[in-house]
């Protein structure tokens, strides 16, 4: 067990970049998400934290040893795949087993660990099987015991989740957290999808071509996004673009929105508003059409159109027989929110 | 989708058009072996089990099955190693030329045999002179000219392995622990283990039965069973023949379904 320290950690391609000076310290015990789109260079981190790119520049230290230098197999990571990388020409038991065997473990303690980890992700039963004879799951959880058996110092999750269906995902999205909790495991995730790392990890670290962009926890990124990139990629966000005026905000489309500006950027360019923050009541005197409802289950979207400027609300799908619950394509409706729920950023 | 039936029984017919096809000269060479005349003629006069004794009887044909079988089987054991390692190097290493060294391991495939024979032939007099020994004639020489024609089939077959081989799999391995020789040894090598097998049975009937290129290479005493099934015919022409080659056929079919029960052939070629 370790800690997980990056050093202004690059890596270049000739003339491109595709890290950029990432600086992250993982605390022993810490789970820590990469997040960001495809190509923002969270894989090529992860891949140089485990030795299989070599970086360019910086420092990658594991449990404060510098490893920056050492090839894969002599770096105490242990990695989950995306595409779980099991061996296919050998039993559940054995894939569990090659980390063990390679670190020369005796038999009768290899044995015994390899059924402990196997009942740690509840495969014990299916030992003796091929992986082809698994389901995505079931293979998922292998490769979890065979990454955890030999108990890492850090412990890497590759997109871990992207190959399983929705319902399975939700499930070892718990699962690994549990383990990971329990275990006490310092780990380092890669997702692009923002709800697995807002769920999974105690921080995030949102990344865009190679640059890290704002390290927080989920409610610090959400709630005080640093620049319209993380407002836009963690959690849905109007996004409107216009001035400081007075005490509000312009709109370029001429609307002006209401907002808190004390403590603003003086070039504040946007005004980023969470979709559940606006409050909206049926009012035939509105200056505010609706312009699509979505129904989604829960939740209804909103498109509304005020003065040009288009904004998406998000409210509780109202009760049967509740006045909101008619609300169609056309009506008028009065948009409101607490100043305070507004932020505003700097140009993108 | 099911086809109207008029469409769908053209479709078999065809199948089986294809199959009378292939297999028609097969199964003509099995019938001929067991009829009883010498002149073949239909109707047989009678069916005999007589010329399979015949053969055997012939020290051309026994002496030639045993050559043949030794020449396959070593010119299979030093050409899969070495055309392995030759895909090994087309598709992993850094060196320059792949394209061009691609080329040139599978020429042997493109040069037809009587030419690439008469060109080792006449290789060998020249080295002969030079070693100041035999080669033509001799096991090693006929060892030597059939590892060329193991080695396009392997560079082929274990390069499409390689190709289809996850990559992640040997970067778990490593990440474990596994150095990079362990890694090739307990990874990569039984990944690739499908292809290397096919590659061996068609490096090892490549070799068993071809003629062409081995025309030239032999000599009295040491002939291989093509070969000396081509100079009985130029005396004689009787089942003896249709008894040899039935016996190479159900040989080669005989590999085939062993191979196909540890691998799937049809996943690999």
Redesign the interface.
């Known amino acids: 067990m370790g800690s997980l320290v990056l050093e202004a950690l690059s890596k270049r391609y000739g003339s491109s970049t595709a890290v950029e000076r990432v600086d992250l310290e993982v605390a022993q015990g810490e789970m820590v998400a990469l997040l960001g789109p495809s190509g923002c260079g969270k894989t090529t981190t992860l891949r140089m934290v ?3 790119i070599p970086p360019s520049g910086g420092r990658v230290l594991i449990g404060g040893q510098d490893v920056t230098r050492a ?3 002599a ?1 105490d ?3 989950v ?3 779980y ?5 050998m039993s559940v038991a054995q894939n569990v087993a ?2 063990l065997e ?2 020369k473990v005796g038999r009768a303690e290899r044995d015994e660990r390899v059924m402990e980890a196997l009942r740690l992700v509840r495969l014990d039963h299916l030992a003796d099987r091929l992986p082809r004879q698994l389901s995505g799951g079931q293979q998922q959880r292998v ?1 979890l015991a ?2 955890l058996v ?1 108990n890492p110092a850090v412990f890497l999750l590759d997109e871990p989740l992207s190959n399983l269906d929705a319902k399975l995902r939700g499930e070892v999205r718990m699962e690994i957290r549990a383990l990971q909790q329990r275990l006490g495991l310092t780990t380092l995730i890669v997702t692009h999808d923002q709800e697995e790392a807002l769920t999974m990890a105690d921080r995030l670290v949102v990344m865009e071509r190679g640059r890290v962009r704002q390290v927080g926890t989920a409610e610090e990124l959400y709630e005080h996004p640093a620049d319209p990139f993380v407002a836009g990629f963690v959690g849905r966000c109007n996004l409107v673009s216009g001035r400081l005026e007075g005490g509000g905000f312009r709109a370029e489309s001429g609307a002006l929105l209401r907002c808190d500006s004390t403590g603003a950027p003086a070039d504040a360019a946007l005004l980023a508003l969470r979709p559940e923050r606006i409050r909206l009541d049926p009012d035939p005197a509105g200056e505010a059409r609706i312009t699509a409802v979505t129904y989604l289950g829960a939740q209804t979207e909103y498109h509304v159109e005020q003065r040009g400027t288009t904004l998406l609300v998000t409210r509780p799908t109202p009760p049967l027989g509740d006045p909101m619950r008619r609300l169609a394509v056309g009506d008028a409706v009065v948009l409101s929110w607490d100043a305070a729920a507004v932020r505003l950023l700097p140009a993108a | 989708m099911l086809l109207p039936a008029p469409r769908r029984l053209l479709f078999h017919a065809a199948i089986g058009a294809a199959f009378l096809l292939m297999l028609a000269p097969v199964a003509m060479v099995m019938i001929i072996s067991v009829f009883r005349q010498e002149i073949v003629s239909f109707p047989p006069p009678g069916l005999t089990l007589e010329w399979y004794v015949n053969a055997w009887a012939r020290q051309e044909f026994a002496r030639g099955f045993l050559t043949s079988l030794q020449v396959a089987l070593l010119a299979t054991a030093i050409g899969v190693p070495l055309g392995t390692a030759a895909a090994l190097a087309l598709q992993r290493s850094a060196i320059k030329g792949k394209g061009a060294l691609n080329t040139l391991l599978l020429g042997p495939l493109a040069v037809p045999g009587v030419v690439a024979g008469t060109a080792l032939y006449m290789f060998y007099l020249r080295a002969e002179f030079w070693l100041d020994r035999d080669l033509t004639a001799t096991l090693e020489g006929l060892v030597a000219a059939h590892v060329l024609l193991t080695i396009p089939w392997t560079v082929r077959l274990v390069s499409a392995s390689l190709q289809g081989l ?1 990559r ?2 040997e ?9 990079p020789l ?1 890694v090739f040894r ?2 990569t090598l ?2 690739l ?1 499908p292809g290397i097998v096919a590659a061996a049975l068609f490096s090892f009937i490549q070799s068993f039965e071809n003629l062409e290129l081995t025309l030239l290479l032999v000599g009295p005493g040491r002939t291989t069973l093509p070969v000396a099934m081509l100079s009985y015919l130029e005396f004689r022409i009787d089942p003896t023949l249709a008894a040899v080659a039935t016996v190479q056929i159900l040989l080669v079919a005989g590999l085939m379904l062993i191979t196909d029960r540890f691998v799937k052939l049809s996943r690999v070629v």
């Open positions: 485990a030795g299989f090839p894969p197999y770096r990571t242990g990695m795949f995306q595409s990388a099991l061996f296919p020409h090659f980390g390679m670190r490769a065979r990454a030999v | 996850d992640t799999a970067e778990a391995a490593a990440n474990l622990g596994a150095r362990t307990r990874v039984p990944m283990r």
